[in-house]
């Protein structure tokens, strides 16, 4: 048996003791066939005397020589590879998919195949992107986590904060792990709520629109004259959006309310959230008019989102210019986050010391036409084509004046005038004032630096009529740019209250609908004429 340490092990015992009967009892050995050779090698039990007929007295010469001390034994073929895990059984939990929000069922032809859960919206998940992160990490040893190496670990840069930084959480490697494309999906709606107690029914069509493929990273919505209970009006939004986006942060002033959604695996790149507001009335306590501001950085971009509601009347557009002009210079923001490019900041207007900045709100300007001359070019056949309205806009004109929001833009409107109609219903104000009806709600964009926004959808939502006026809905793609940690960050931090209450409803409304269904099956009456 070449090779097998035992028989090795004997033959030199052997040599020793008789030289010409070892050589004869090796070259017997030399032409066993495998099958013996693989019946000598299994011996488990060294006093068990072996069967094999090609052993021989050969057997009976190696259990004599038990007591001999062994050379080690040695592989005769390379050892497997080591399966290189170093992620933990914890990472690998943290990662798994919540099971209130999907089901991961495996199917008999040996894949996996995401089914609907039980208690999900259908109509969100289907315009949800599908989480292949979790996915695959269900069907992987390892987590999605990247394994740290410990000379990553004991290996200091002395660059903190640095965005060349290796592992920095905010970085260029972190950002292109989560968005490859360097671009973040923002959705921004504003309503006029008219003050009116009673919520729509439904908000899907406000945050979730049937033609949109996709949900967005933000949520950002700005409120005017809203209703009395605010924390109900973020429930509800809460329990539309679901388990996938959880309340960064909500300021108000007076009845403005400005709320910010992110999608919850997004919450540890942001920095902390800060807000200011001003109000534009003579009397400032009364606070219908003014503006609301929320400021972070996400990565290194810092973001600002105003709503405002400026001062009404038809023909009171120099007092709408001064509202502008008193919250640009009034707004205090940022207050404690760093300027992201200091340089390109002017003291006077606050717009100025942010990245990427998105007003919205009831701004009130008017078509400056007569409610007649409005009404027969209405009656036409627009389609999408609304310049034959638009050439009386009094923001567009005042904005190529030069005289209000310098810098800013605004996506082409293809939308009806969304102000003002009977509630309701789809006709425009039939009271005795006869009021035109107006783009009045608006959603306006600037960024540093030239192509950072991407305008994806600029409409309105007409199914929406609990008030006098539409909802605007607008969609970005925004560039984002690796940034430092060494800013002051949010550490995850975000409503958990209403987060609980939100999907506590979002449950209950998806039990009701199901028993509603079942009663409905079960009642059906045969009646026999």
Known sequence: LIGHPVANSTLALQDRQASSSSLHSSSS??????????????????????????????????????????????????????????????????????????????????????????????????????????????????????????????????????????????????????FPDRRIGIYIATWNMQGEQELPTNLDDLLLPSDSEFAQDFYIIGIQEGCSDRR????????????????????????????????????????????????????????????????FTFFGTSFLFITSHFTSGDSKVYERILDYNKIIEALALPKVLPDTNPYRSNSSDVTSRFDEVFWFGDFNFRLSKDRVGVESILKQDLGSDMSGLLQYDQLLKEMKDGSIFKGFQEAPIQFLPTYKFDVGCDTYDSTGKQRTPSYTDRVLYKSRQKDDIKVMKYTCCSTIKTSDHRPVLAVFQVKVRPGRDSIPLGAGQFDRHLYLEGIHRRITRELKRREALKNQKTSAVCSVS
């Open 232 to 295: 109900e009006w973020e429930v509800r939004l809460q329990e539309t959006l679901g388990p996938y986006y959880v309340m960064l942060y909500a300021a108000t002033h007076g009845v403005l309310y400005l709320t910010v959604f992110i999608r919850r695996d997004l919450i540890w790149f942001c920095s902390e959230v800060e807000h200011a507001t001003v109000t534009t009335r003579i009397i400032s306590q009364i606070k219908t008019k003014g503006a609301v501001g929320v400021g």
């Open 29 to 178: 050995r030399d032409v066993l066939p495998p099958e013996a050779r693989n019946s000598s090698s299994s011996h488990s039990d060294p006093g068990k005397r072996s069967s094999n007929p090609y052993m021989g007295d050969t057997q009976s010469q190696m259990a004599g020589s038990l007591k001999t001390k062994l050379s080690p034994l040695q592989p005769v073929r390379p050892l497997p590879a080591v399966v290189h895990n170093m992620a933990s059984t914890s990472l690998r939990t943290a990662n798994r998919i919540d099971q209130d929000c999907v089901d991961y069922t495996l199917m008999a032809r040996g894949g996996y195949e995401r089914q609907q859960s039980n208690l999900s919206d259908s109509r969100l998940l289907d315009s949800m992107v599908s989480d292949c992160t979790s996915f695959n990490s269900m069907k992987s040893t390892l987590s999605v986590l990247s394994p740290i190496r410990p000379k990553d670990v004991r290996n200091r840069s002395f660059l903190e904060g640095s965005v060349m930084g290796h592992g920095a959480l905010l970085g260029a490697e972190e950002l292109d792990r989560y």
